[in-house]
């Protein structure tokens, strides 16, 4: 690779592979020893294409989400299955891996810009601004530039624009679907919330069950099914339709969470069992 080769948006890849690099060394940890991220479906990741996949998910920080999808999917393509044991695979990562951010998160501070140019496409949000909502037209270069990305690579999403959980799916999602027919991979997170703060740079609790499922891309008639058809099929994928907001009872509070705990099938449970022992 010529040492000053860039991408579509003018990054450096020799520069870029190096903040991956740093940064993946830095941020393994949060993911391997504080906490232990539990994956499911990475062979998926194997069997897609080069370039024009959309992966859709739900969201819970700012960047601790994107960092670990950026491990996990580095992690899938060198072989490995539903783990990121051993850091190895993070010197030669896929360099065309892309994610949509809202402009004014990426411009706060130098870290954001940084990141920003690991793999940033930055938008500006079309409903909320500096914490206040707001109506504006969408800018047609931010859509370009989605377009852009999916041409060279593949994109993270979250269609939903925001951490809080059981918000709407934006539309932009369902048309850019629409128009560049990429193939949509849905990813659903947990635990994440719950061990970092918003931002995902501070660690807030250890020991936390995170997760990552990986599902199947979702099968979409591009021209005969709308928008409101792809929005739907969105919800359910990532597991943020209504339906999934429930009010329980003290016993199936219980239930849940021991369904949660079973849930355990990636062998944390061994993991916690040995720590006991030598307590």
């Known amino acids: 690779m010529p040492l000053f080769k860039r991408n579509p948006f003018g990054h450096i890849l020799f520069l870029k592979k190096w903040l991956i690099r740093i940064f993946g060394v830095i941020s393994h940890g949060r993911y391997r020893r504080f906490n232990n991220l539990q994956i499911e479906g990475s062979e998926i990741l194997r069997n897609l294409p080069e370039n024009n996949v959309l992966f859709v998910s739900n969201h819970q920080t700012y960047f601790a989400d994107v960092a670990a999808m950026f491990h996990v999917f580095n992690a899938a393509l060198k072989g490995r299955d539903n783990t990121i044991k051993n850091i190895g695979y993070i010197w030669q990562p896929k360099l065309n891996i892309y994610y949509v951010a809202a402009g004014e998160t990426m411009r706060a501070g130098l870290l954001p810009k940084i990141f920003a140019y690991v793999g940033s496409v930055s938008i500006e949000r079309t409903w ?37 959980a059981f918000k709407p799916i934006r539309r932009g999602t369902a048309h850019i679907i629409k128009k560049h027919k990429p193939v949509v991979v849905p990813i659903v997170i947990d635990g994440f919330r ?40 969105i919800e359910y994928a990532i597991e943020q339709h209504p339906s999934f907001l429930k009010v329980l009872t003290p016993k199936q509070l219980e239930e849940e969470q021991d369904f949660i705990e079973s849930r355990r099938f990636w062998g944390a449970d061994s993991k916690e069992k040995e720590s006991k022992k030598k307590l």
């Open 128 to 164: 909320r601004s500096e914490g206040k909502d707001v109506k504006r037209q969408v800018k047609m270069s931010d859509v370009s530039n989605i377009g852009k990305a999916l041409n060279d690579g593949w994109v993270i999403t979250f269609p939903q624009g925001t951490t809080t």
């Open 194 to 233: 719950r061990s970092f703060d918003k931002k995902g740079l501070q660690i807030k609790k250890r020991n936390v069950l995170q997760s990552m499922v990986i599902k199947e891309p979702l099968e979409i008639d591009y021209e005969n099914e709308d928008v409101a058809d792809i929005v739907t099929k």
